[in-house]
């Protein structure tokens, strides 16, 4: 039995339409379980109509996840289906509505589907995800045109943001902005202190096609922070703000008129910088605003000397006397004053009575003295006593060099030994190479520092690298001598395994052999290049075992005292406590994006340039003294010279990349090659910290061999983050600036130092103060009050694990004052504390 419908037919999913027939008295639908007629007869004027779509689908953009609808509707119809990428999409995904046109009784159909984020995301390649709908009648069928379905986005870098710009009065500003890639493409606005600027309202500012902002011409009221604004369906995006200025250079006024001639036969005129007033930066008029001019003897007054003279001369001599009168006396009591505090000085002097010959002498007996007797040291084997001074009094004494040894005597002297270090390093080198924890030691010369130690102690160095080994006194057992080695490990060589949000905050440094008893910590000083800020970072202290894996053995901030690890971090400097040798490396993990990384920019040319062609060369590396020593020594080979001084740029776990661009050349006379805007080095090249010497290089063009003189400006920024610009003036040719390779690399210590001559502090000295400030006192003038003075005070648990707390105190102090230790602020320091026994800080001939 047929159902006969109304004007309204729809189905949904589940009815299958197998076949259609249509009659001249109606049309009907046969499929599944049912049949629908529609009775109404269809004109024969129309029984031979293709289809046309009274609805075709339209291009639509996929926001976040939310799906799309796509709508097509025609008539005379019999079948409406869609097809996407040449697929026919399947029937249960349609909605199909059927109707008849009023007017002319024709049948309608309309067809809805909705499309999804993912099935988007499965078309791969370079073609576009397209539906089309096709529509049947009795006579054929019809196709829509194609609709795009696209997922719409804006990402978060601008392509180029605007730069700041100071400018005079009345110049015209180019404000660039190139706005993020995105789907649909961005439409860009600007703002000035976060108004909108409408061009219509001010015609003074015009937004070109490219999206750059023209002001025509600048006035005072146009300073400001300027701000790119892009926007499509889905975000809105704001580049960084760029700083406009406005200024005005100062003019002068007319001269006044000549004043009349004075009694000292002068006459004065003035002027005024206010034509206009500078402002907003400006400079300052050029020249003087008060002239003289002598008048002639006939304009000069006639004066003659009377009593206001005299009176004016006694009163200068008067003063004159009282001012000398009161400098005498001034004098006198600071010399009486300074008498008393040498006499305090040289009864409660704590150190440098013991560190430096100051003339003042002990009221000791004859056999007591200060320790200020050197050792000799032109003998093979010499016993001597007295004197273990500070190292910059025994300048070259104990130079590992040659190797030689100290080693206690039963009489409690000491024995100068020659050790067996070999003269030729290479067979060092080649010797604890072919150890078995050694494989991987490079046998690079230049890098490595080694030298023999005993008890004593002292101290191994890569000089310009910031990396020392301190070995404490009393580090190494007694009748033990060590061969020790200090060598920084290239990072190429070296692979650590990062993840996430990792990266190398350190050189990797070497220092062993592993496997060394030692009895107490010696101290590893290397540079980093973190914020040195603990809240934004994780930051951890790697070691490599022996089979080769990198074990964390400590995380900064949750250090445990009863490890053999420990580690302060300072703003550029790590000291890692270690009773192990073996290879480190200080890793970071961030924990937000204000995260930064310290990157050290250098900017070098070639020394000399005989071609059309000048290349500039910005280094973008970590901020560590090894990487500047590399890049330097590189630099050498290459024939480049710094053409400026180094800058430091903080760069944020962002993920943005870093630009770099140059500009304001004399357009005359030089033209950059560079095709594109700026230059761009990705993120995580530089935050990796795996590429040692990352620089780019931007190539000029001068139009003649005998332009020499070269002024531009270069800028290096992170996107959305903060920026440098460097202003470069200089001569090619001839360049006399004093600033060379050589003026950042004046670290020419010795590396490698044993004994007493590797500390400031003397050794007996020492073990005095150690007596006196371990014992806790109860009134805490001890070694926790030393530790507060010297700002140690965060590390107080880890000072009170050891046997001797000021001790370790002292070491660290050791480390951080090598080259810059100044014995009187210890000294003063000290006297603080109310350690005033000045017998604590006198030996004798028998303690020594």
């Not at 990402?155 to 993020?180: M, S, T, W």
């Not at 007319?254 to 006459?267: R, V």
């Not at 890098?447 to 000089?463: A, V």
């Not at 005292?561 to 270690?578: D, G, H, I, M």
Request: charged share 20%; aromatic share 8%; glycine share 6%.
């Amino acid at each position: 039995m047929p159902l006969h419908l109304g004007p309204f037919v729809r189905w949904r999913s589940g009815l299958v339409l197998t076949w259609i027939c249509l009659f001249s008295s109606g049309f009907t639908f046969i499929g599944g379980e049912h049949s629908a007629t529609v009775t109404h007869p269809l004109p024969a004027a129309f029984s031979d109509l293709l289809p046309h779509f009274l609805v075709e689908p339209d291009d639509v953009y996929i926001v976040k996840n939310k799906p799309v609808t796509l709508t097509c509707r025609s008539t005379p119809a019999t079948q409406i289906y869609f097809k996407c990428n040449g697929e026919w999409v399947h029937q249960d995904q349609h909605l199909i509505e059927h109707d008849v046109d009023p007017a002319t009784g024709l049948p309608v159909m309309q067809v809805k589907i909705d499309i999804s984020r993912q099935q988007v995301e499965k078309i791969f390649g370079l073609e576009d995800y397209w539906c089309q709908c096709v529509a049947w009648s009795t006579t054929g069928t019809q196709k829509s045109q194609k609709a795009y379905v696209r997922i719409a986005y804006l990402r978060k870098n601008f392509e180029e943001e605007p730069l700041g710009k100071e400018v005079a009065l009345d110049q015209e500003i180019l404000l660039r902005c190139h706005p993020p890639e995105g789907v649909p493409p961005a439409e860009v606005e600007w703002q000035r202190n976060e108004e909108l600027i409408d061009p219509k309202t001010d015609p003074n500012f015009f937004i070109t096609v490219d999206h750059n902002l023209i002001i025509k011409q600048a006035r005072l009221a146009d300073t400001g922070n300027y701000t790119c604004v892009a926007k499509n369906i889905v975000a809105r995006r704001k580049s960084s703000s760029a700083t406009v200025i406005v200024y005005v250079d100062g003019g002068w006024s007319e001269w006044s008129k000549w004043s009349p001639c004075g009694a000292d036969c002068t006459m004065w005129r003035s002027r005024e910088c206010t034509q206009p007033t500078p402002g907003t930066g400006g400079k300052d008029c050029q020249g003087l605003d008060l002239q003289s001019l002598n008048c002639t003897s006939e304009q000069c007054p006639q004066t003659a000397s009377g009593a206001e003279d005299v009176a004016l001369y006694v009163g200068i001599v008067v003063v004159a006397l009282c001012l000398t009168l009161l400098l005498i006396i001034l004098v006198l009591v600071y010399r009486r004053k300074k008498e008393g505090l040498d006499a305090d000085v040289a009864d409660s002097s704590i150190l440098t009575t013991g560190f430096q010959p100051m003339g003042i002498k002990p009221t000791k007996p004859e056999n007591s003295h200060l320790l200020t007797i050197q050792p000799d040291l032109t003998t093979t084997t010499t016993s001597y006593q007295g004197t273990l001074r500070s190292r910059h009094e025994v300048a070259g004494k104990f130079s590992m060099s040659n190797g030689p040894l100290l080693e206690p005597l039963p009489n409690g002297s000491h024995t100068l030994h020659n050790g067996k270090l070999p003269s030729d390093p290479n067979d060092f080198m080649n010797r604890l190479s072919s150890q078995t924890y050694f494989k991987t030691l490079p046998r690079d010369n230049v890098n490595t520092s080694y030298g023999t130690f005993n008890f004593l102690g002292g101290r191994l160095t890569l000089p310009n690298t910031g990396i020392s080994l301190l070995i404490p006194p009393e580090a190494i057992p007694r009748g033990k001598i060590y061969e020790i080695y200090l060598t920084i490990q290239k990072k190429e060589d070296m692979r650590l395994p990062l993840a996430g949000c990792q990266t190398l905050l350190s050189p990797v440094v070497s220092c062993g052999p592993p496997g060394v008893v030692l009895t107490r910590p010696v101290i590893l000083s290397m540079d980093h290049c973190s914020d040195a800020c603990l809240e934004n970072w994780a930051i951890r202290l790697k070691k490599q075992s022996y089979e080769g894996t990198w074990e964390d053995v400590l995380q900064l901030g949750e250090e445990v005292v009863s490890e053999p690890y420990y580690c302060q971090l300072e703003a550029e400097t790590c000291r890692v406590f270690t009773e192990q040798l073996g290879r480190f490396a200080l890793v970071g993990e961030s924990l937000s994006m204000a995260a930064a990384k310290r990157l050290k920019l250098l900017l070098f040319g070639p020394a000399y340039c005989s071609t059309l062609e000048y290349n500039i060369r910005i280094y973008c590396m970590d901020d560590t003294q090894d990487l500047l020593k590399e890049v330097m020594q590189m630099e050498r080979q290459l024939g480049g010279r710094l053409i400026d001084e180094p800058h430091v740029l903080l760069f944020k776990d962002s993920y943005h990349n870093l630009r770099l661009s140059i500009h304001d050349m004399p357009q005359a006379h030089w033209r950059s090659k560079l095709l594109a805007g700026y230059q761009e080095i990705p993120f995580y090249h530089i935050w990796s910290g795996s590429q040692r010497t990352l620089h780019c290089t931007f190539t000029l063009e001068r139009q003649s061999l005998s332009t020499c003189d070269l002024t531009c400006t270069l800028c290096v920024w992170q996107v959305e983050g903060e920026g440098q610009s460097f202003t470069l003036d200089f001569n090619i040719s001839k360049d006399i600036r004093p600033l060379d390779s050589d003026f950042l690399l004046m670290d020419n210590c010795t590396p490698a130092l044993a004994g007493p001559s590797a500390f400031q502090i003397p050794y007996l000295i020492r073990q005095k103060i150690c007596s006196s400030l371990d014992t806790p006192c109860p009134n805490g003038a001890d070694w926790r009050l030393l530790a507060q003075r010297l700002k140690l005070d965060r590390h107080m648990s880890f000072f009170a694990s050891k046997a001797s707390p000021t001790s370790v105190i002292l070491d660290l102090w050791e480390a951080q004052h090598f080259h810059s230790g100044n014995l009187n602020q210890l000294a003063a320091v000290m006297a603080e504390i109310g350690k005033q026994e000045a017998m604590i800080f006198l030996v004798s001939d028998g303690e020594c």
